[in-house]
Protein backbone atom coordinates (compact mmCIF):
# COMPACT_ATOMS: atom_id res chain seq x y z
CA UNK A 1 0.00 0.00 0.00
CA UNK A 2 3.30 1.95 -1.06
CA UNK A 3 1.13 4.42 -3.39
CA UNK A 4 -1.94 5.23 -0.90
CA UNK A 5 0.31 6.12 1.93
CA UNK A 6 2.00 8.29 -0.45
CA UNK A 7 -0.81 9.95 -1.31
CA UNK A 8 -1.73 10.89 2.36
CA UNK A 9 1.50 12.10 3.10
CA UNK A 10 1.78 14.45 -0.05
CA UNK A 11 -1.71 15.76 1.17
CA UNK A 12 -0.32 16.91 4.49
CA UNK A 13 2.84 19.07 2.93
CA UNK A 14 1.58 21.84 3.10
CA UNK A 15 0.32 21.22 6.65
CA UNK A 16 -3.52 21.58 5.69
CA UNK A 17 -6.29 19.47 7.60
CA UNK A 18 -7.65 17.60 4.65
CA UNK A 19 -9.29 13.77 4.45
CA UNK A 20 -7.80 12.30 1.44
CA UNK A 21 -8.76 8.45 2.30
CA UNK A 22 -11.35 8.18 -0.55
CA UNK A 23 -8.47 9.22 -2.85
CA UNK A 24 -6.14 6.70 -1.34
CA UNK A 25 -8.39 4.05 -1.85
CA UNK A 26 -9.11 4.43 -5.88
CA UNK A 27 -5.34 4.78 -6.27
CA UNK A 28 -4.78 1.47 -4.41
CA UNK A 29 -7.62 -0.32 -5.92
CA UNK A 30 -6.28 0.99 -9.85
CA UNK A 31 -3.08 -0.28 -8.91
CA UNK A 32 -4.25 -3.46 -7.40
CA UNK A 33 -6.05 -3.96 -10.50
CA UNK A 34 -3.03 -3.73 -12.63
CA UNK A 35 -1.51 -6.14 -10.43
CA UNK A 36 -4.45 -9.02 -10.68
CA UNK A 37 -4.03 -8.70 -14.64
CA UNK A 38 -0.40 -8.31 -14.91
CA UNK A 39 0.14 -11.62 -13.27
CA UNK A 40 -2.06 -13.38 -15.76
CA UNK A 41 0.30 -11.91 -18.78
CA UNK A 42 3.48 -13.05 -17.05
CA UNK A 43 1.85 -16.11 -15.47
CA UNK A 44 3.22 -15.84 -12.18
CA UNK A 45 2.36 -17.84 -9.17
CA UNK A 46 3.22 -15.48 -6.12
CA UNK A 47 2.26 -12.15 -5.15
CA UNK A 48 3.44 -10.59 -2.19
CA UNK A 49 4.46 -13.63 -0.81
CA UNK A 50 1.05 -15.63 -1.37
CA UNK A 51 -0.53 -17.32 -4.39
CA UNK A 52 -1.74 -14.66 -7.10
CA UNK A 53 -5.21 -14.48 -8.13
CA UNK A 54 -5.01 -16.14 -11.35
CA UNK A 55 -3.03 -19.39 -9.83
CA UNK A 56 -5.35 -20.08 -6.98
CA UNK A 57 -8.56 -19.24 -8.96
CA UNK A 58 -7.45 -19.39 -12.78
CA UNK A 59 -6.58 -16.96 -15.49
CA UNK A 60 -10.54 -16.09 -16.04
CA UNK A 61 -11.83 -15.59 -12.57
CA UNK A 62 -8.75 -13.16 -11.89
CA UNK A 63 -9.59 -11.49 -15.05
CA UNK A 64 -13.20 -10.41 -14.07
CA UNK A 65 -11.65 -9.86 -10.73
CA UNK A 66 -9.51 -7.21 -12.27
CA UNK A 67 -12.38 -5.60 -14.45
CA UNK A 68 -14.37 -5.43 -11.34
CA UNK A 69 -11.82 -3.21 -9.23
CA UNK A 70 -11.29 -0.87 -12.16
CA UNK A 71 -15.43 -0.77 -12.71
CA UNK A 72 -15.43 -0.48 -9.05
CA UNK A 73 -13.30 2.15 -8.79
CA UNK A 74 -14.69 4.40 -11.16
CA UNK A 75 -18.62 3.68 -10.20
CA UNK A 76 -17.86 4.11 -6.24
CA UNK A 77 -16.63 8.01 -6.16
CA UNK A 78 -16.98 11.65 -7.29
CA UNK A 79 -13.72 12.56 -7.78
CA UNK A 80 -14.50 12.87 -11.57
CA UNK A 81 -16.24 16.32 -10.42
CA UNK A 82 -12.89 17.47 -9.51
CA UNK A 83 -10.54 19.36 -11.85
CA UNK A 84 -7.57 18.03 -11.07
CA UNK A 85 -8.75 13.85 -11.59
CA UNK A 86 -9.77 14.82 -15.34
CA UNK A 87 -6.59 14.28 -16.55
CA UNK A 88 -5.97 10.87 -13.87
CA UNK A 89 -7.35 8.90 -16.49
CA UNK A 90 -4.53 10.07 -18.73
CA UNK A 91 -1.85 8.78 -16.48
CA UNK A 92 -3.47 5.51 -16.43
CA UNK A 93 -3.20 5.63 -20.03
CA UNK A 94 0.25 6.18 -19.74
CA UNK A 95 0.80 3.41 -17.59
CA UNK A 96 -0.49 1.26 -20.06
CA UNK A 97 1.64 2.13 -22.40
CA UNK A 98 4.95 1.40 -20.54
CA UNK A 99 3.46 -2.26 -20.30
CA UNK A 100 2.57 -2.45 -23.94
CA UNK A 101 5.70 -0.92 -24.94
CA UNK A 102 7.25 -3.17 -22.59
CA UNK A 103 5.24 -6.27 -24.48
CA UNK A 104 6.52 -5.07 -27.69
CA UNK A 105 10.57 -5.98 -26.45
CA UNK A 106 9.41 -9.09 -25.43
CA UNK A 107 12.71 -11.80 -25.70
CA UNK A 108 14.49 -8.60 -27.52
CA UNK A 109 17.94 -8.63 -26.68
CA UNK A 110 18.93 -5.47 -28.42
CA UNK A 111 16.45 -3.41 -26.08
CA UNK A 112 18.53 -0.23 -24.88
CA UNK A 113 18.80 1.51 -21.08
CA UNK A 114 16.58 4.02 -22.60
CA UNK A 115 13.77 2.18 -23.90
CA UNK A 116 13.65 0.14 -20.25
CA UNK A 117 13.93 3.59 -18.18
CA UNK A 118 11.07 4.86 -20.47
CA UNK A 119 8.63 1.54 -19.83
CA UNK A 120 9.62 2.12 -16.25
CA UNK A 121 8.28 5.56 -16.44
CA UNK A 122 5.29 4.07 -17.73
CA UNK A 123 4.12 1.04 -16.01
CA UNK A 124 5.80 1.96 -12.54
CA UNK A 125 6.20 5.63 -12.12
CA UNK A 126 2.85 6.77 -13.85
CA UNK A 127 0.99 5.36 -10.47
CA UNK A 128 3.49 6.69 -8.59
CA UNK A 129 2.85 10.48 -10.09
CA UNK A 130 -0.84 9.78 -9.63
CA UNK A 131 -0.55 9.09 -5.72
CA UNK A 132 1.61 11.87 -5.13
CA UNK A 133 -0.31 14.09 -7.50
CA UNK A 134 -3.55 13.27 -6.08
CA UNK A 135 -2.06 14.04 -2.34
CA UNK A 136 -0.69 17.18 -3.21
CA UNK A 137 -4.01 18.16 -5.09
CA UNK A 138 -6.24 17.19 -2.03
CA UNK A 139 -3.79 18.89 0.09
CA UNK A 140 -3.97 22.66 -1.45
CA UNK A 141 -0.64 22.43 -3.57
CA UNK A 142 -0.36 25.12 -6.09
CA UNK A 143 1.29 24.03 -9.78
CA UNK A 144 4.90 24.49 -8.68
CA UNK A 145 4.68 22.49 -5.54
CA UNK A 146 2.82 20.02 -7.65
CA UNK A 147 4.87 19.43 -10.22
CA UNK A 148 7.54 18.63 -8.01
CA UNK A 149 5.69 16.24 -6.36
CA UNK A 150 4.87 14.86 -9.36
CA UNK A 151 8.57 13.95 -9.80
CA UNK A 152 9.58 12.97 -6.79
CA UNK A 153 6.48 10.52 -7.42
CA UNK A 154 8.32 9.38 -11.06
CA UNK A 155 12.21 9.45 -9.43
CA UNK A 156 10.53 6.94 -6.82
CA UNK A 157 9.02 4.91 -9.29
CA UNK A 158 12.33 4.64 -10.66
CA UNK A 159 14.21 3.95 -7.41
CA UNK A 160 11.07 1.40 -6.84
CA UNK A 161 11.01 -0.61 -10.21
CA UNK A 162 14.92 -0.99 -10.47
CA UNK A 163 15.04 -1.96 -7.05
CA UNK A 164 12.63 -4.78 -7.27
CA UNK A 165 14.19 -5.70 -10.87
CA UNK A 166 17.82 -5.52 -9.02
CA UNK A 167 15.69 -8.66 -6.40
CA UNK A 168 14.57 -10.62 -9.14
CA UNK A 169 18.35 -11.58 -9.66
CA UNK A 170 19.97 -11.72 -6.22
CA UNK A 171 17.61 -12.78 -3.69
CA UNK A 172 16.01 -16.22 -3.00
CA UNK A 173 12.39 -17.02 -3.64
CA UNK A 174 11.88 -16.57 -0.52
CA UNK A 175 13.80 -13.17 0.12
CA UNK A 176 12.01 -11.57 -2.80
CA UNK A 177 8.65 -13.70 -2.23
CA UNK A 178 8.29 -14.50 -5.86
CA UNK A 179 10.51 -16.88 -8.50
CA UNK A 180 13.59 -15.98 -8.93
CA UNK A 181 14.36 -15.13 -12.14
CA UNK A 182 11.16 -14.83 -13.41
CA UNK A 183 11.45 -11.35 -15.75
CA UNK A 184 14.70 -12.90 -17.59
CA UNK A 185 13.07 -16.26 -18.23
CA UNK A 186 9.78 -14.72 -19.47
CA UNK A 187 11.75 -12.19 -22.12
CA UNK A 188 11.89 -9.23 -20.25
CA UNK A 189 15.16 -7.93 -19.54
CA UNK A 190 15.47 -5.32 -17.11
CA UNK A 191 19.20 -3.20 -16.46
CA UNK A 192 21.10 -5.56 -14.91
CA UNK A 193 20.61 -7.79 -18.11
CA UNK A 194 20.73 -4.97 -20.11
CA UNK A 195 23.69 -3.77 -19.29
CA UNK A 196 25.60 -7.17 -19.64
CA UNK A 197 24.06 -7.66 -22.87
CA UNK A 198 26.00 -4.48 -24.36
CA UNK A 199 29.13 -5.92 -22.34
CA UNK A 200 31.82 -7.56 -25.34
CA UNK A 201 32.76 -10.11 -23.54
CA UNK A 202 29.82 -11.68 -21.41
CA UNK A 203 27.39 -10.05 -23.59
CA UNK A 204 26.98 -12.66 -26.26
CA UNK A 205 26.78 -15.89 -24.03
CA UNK A 206 23.70 -14.22 -21.91
CA UNK A 207 21.77 -13.42 -25.39
CA UNK A 208 22.76 -16.87 -26.24
CA UNK A 209 20.82 -18.21 -23.26
CA UNK A 210 18.06 -15.71 -23.81
CA UNK A 211 17.60 -17.16 -26.91
CA UNK A 212 17.86 -20.63 -25.79
CA UNK A 213 14.63 -20.15 -23.09
CA UNK A 214 12.58 -18.05 -25.87
CA UNK A 215 13.31 -21.61 -27.53
CA UNK A 216 12.29 -23.71 -24.48
CA UNK A 217 16.06 -24.93 -24.56
CA UNK A 218 17.64 -25.32 -20.88
CA UNK A 219 20.94 -25.44 -20.04
CA UNK A 220 22.02 -27.24 -16.64
CA UNK A 221 22.52 -24.45 -13.89
CA UNK A 222 21.35 -21.45 -16.51
CA UNK A 223 20.52 -19.68 -13.10
CA UNK A 224 23.53 -19.57 -12.19
CA UNK A 225 25.22 -19.23 -15.14
CA UNK A 226 22.64 -16.05 -15.64
CA UNK A 227 23.99 -14.81 -12.30
CA UNK A 228 27.68 -15.24 -13.29
CA UNK A 229 27.57 -13.41 -16.24
CA UNK A 230 26.03 -10.54 -14.86
CA UNK A 231 28.01 -9.97 -11.83
CA UNK A 232 30.98 -10.73 -14.36
CA UNK A 233 29.47 -7.71 -16.58
CA UNK A 234 29.51 -5.68 -13.11
CA UNK A 235 25.44 -5.53 -13.75
CA UNK A 236 24.53 -5.49 -10.30
CA UNK A 237 26.61 -2.47 -8.78
CA UNK A 238 25.83 -0.41 -12.35
CA UNK A 239 21.88 -1.34 -11.14
CA UNK A 240 22.41 -0.06 -7.56
CA UNK A 241 24.30 3.07 -8.70
CA UNK A 242 21.48 4.01 -10.79
CA UNK A 243 19.29 3.32 -7.21
CA UNK A 244 21.26 5.49 -5.81
CA UNK A 245 21.25 8.42 -8.06
CA UNK A 246 17.09 8.17 -8.42
CA UNK A 247 17.29 8.09 -4.45
CA UNK A 248 19.09 11.51 -4.40
CA UNK A 249 16.79 12.92 -7.21
CA UNK A 250 13.91 12.06 -5.57
CA UNK A 251 15.15 13.99 -2.32
CA UNK A 252 15.74 16.77 -3.99
CA UNK A 253 12.31 17.05 -5.37
CA UNK A 254 11.06 17.82 -1.82
CA UNK A 255 13.99 20.61 -0.98
CA UNK A 256 10.76 23.49 -1.85
CA UNK A 257 8.70 21.68 0.63
CA UNK A 258 9.27 23.60 4.13
CA UNK A 259 10.16 20.70 7.15
CA UNK A 260 7.39 18.40 8.18
CA UNK A 261 6.18 15.09 9.73
CA UNK A 262 5.21 14.18 6.65
CA UNK A 263 8.33 15.37 4.66
CA UNK A 264 10.29 13.40 6.84
CA UNK A 265 8.10 10.60 6.03
CA UNK A 266 8.57 10.31 2.87
CA UNK A 267 12.27 10.72 2.76
CA UNK A 268 11.83 8.24 4.91
CA UNK A 269 10.85 5.69 2.55
CA UNK A 270 12.71 6.60 0.22
CA UNK A 271 15.56 5.71 2.13
CA UNK A 272 14.24 2.98 3.58
CA UNK A 273 14.01 1.52 -0.20
CA UNK A 274 17.74 2.38 -1.14
CA UNK A 275 19.42 0.88 1.98
CA UNK A 276 16.87 -2.47 1.25
CA UNK A 277 18.79 -2.40 -2.27
CA UNK A 278 22.25 -1.86 -0.41
CA UNK A 279 21.60 -5.02 1.90
CA UNK A 280 21.04 -7.16 -0.86
CA UNK A 281 23.31 -10.27 -1.26
CA UNK A 282 24.90 -8.74 -4.24
CA UNK A 283 27.93 -11.29 -5.36
CA UNK A 284 31.21 -9.73 -5.64
Not at 13 to 22: N, Y
Not at 87 to 107: I, W
Not at 154 to 161: A, I, K, T, V
Amino acid sequence: QIRSIMTLLCSKLKGRKVDATETAAVIEMCHTASLVHDDIIDNADLRRGQLSVQKKFGREMAVYAGDFLIFATIARTGLMNKLWYRTMFAKLEHMCDGEVSQLDNHFNTSINEEQCLNNIIGKTSAMFVIACGAGAYEGKCNAKERADIQAFGENFGLLFQLRDDLMDFVCSDVESQKSIHNDFWCGYYTVPAIHTFGHPVYGPELKKIAQDLKNGIQGEDVDDRISDLIQKADGYNYTLSMIEGYAEKAKRNLDGFRDSAAKAKLIEIVDVFLESAKNFPIPS
